[in-house]
């Protein structure tokens, strides 16, 4: 660490709210020089040698548990590795018993996917090691907004410093329960992006537009063409596992009405041949977005999850850096 060494203005990544635009920037920059790591034979460098990352994974996933692994490991920490199935978890124990016993192990970093909204916070009060929230209920899911703009800055040739100025995102699918598009409203707004959702009405959170700042259709097809056009759609999974199931129809309803199928995505791309095609996975192919166009030469849905591991690698570093410095401060 050098003295001249940048600083988040938070000690933990629990959102993206909270972050500043000078955060986000240092974050992308700081994942552009892992990029090269990661291109690399060796693909490992010694940043966080002798730090200790803990896993919490109280849902499944396999992108972003992979991702942060990988990360750690490309940083040389040592993991450890938790998820609720199979543990205490499921023979009643609390999160904060699990958060207490994982303490005694002496993590450095934790980072924590959870059920319930909040748990990372909830986490930040009783760990002393930084916090990376990898997904809250239905709150936020910080680093896939975060490798979400990686992405498009790359495709777009920007840097982050350039931000996403004069760009219009198109979000797609179930707004109300998605933590992706919760922090990706969020960060691409911070990146001056104008930022448009769509979903059924009843996917649709109230007052969306004031809160965000965002425009909102319940037409995917007025969000995609209406004005200018889009020069991005991300499209959203419908979140079955949080009762969304209830208030949709057939999955052959929604692919006609709302998904990116293969007619829809012939009128965009014939709008904007630069179009760019996101979606954070998993897939639910011929539902929210048909197989050819998730295989298309605009899709970047595979550049989405190579990005993670070097944005997940700048969030673990800068958080322990910034742990570091205090410790530092403190001893002084």
Known sequence: MTAKQKLLSVPHLLGIEGLTRDDAILILDTAQSFVEVNSRQLKK????????????????????RLSFELAAKRLSADTLNFSAS???VQKGETLLDTARNIEAMGPDLVVVRHEASGAPWHLSRVM?????????GQHEHPTQALLDAFTLLSRWRRTAAQGLDGKTVCIVGDISRSRVARSNMLLLKLLGARVRVAGPATMLPAALA?????????????????GDGVDAVMMLRIQKERAARAVMGSDDDYAVGYGLHRERFDRLHAANDGIVVMHPGPINRGVEIDAAVADSSSSVILDQTENGVAVRMAVLYLLAVGMARTDVGSAA
């Open 45 to 64: 460098v010694p940043a966080l040698r002798g730090r200790l990352v803990a896993l919490l994974f109280f849902e499944n996933s396999t992108r972003t």
């Open 86 to 88: 199979g543990s205490s």
């Open 128 to 136: 002393s090691g930084a916090i990376a929230n990898a997904g809250d």
């Open 210 to 226: 004031d809160v965000y700042g965002v425009d909102v259709y319940d037409d995917v097809d007025d969000a995609l063409f209406s």
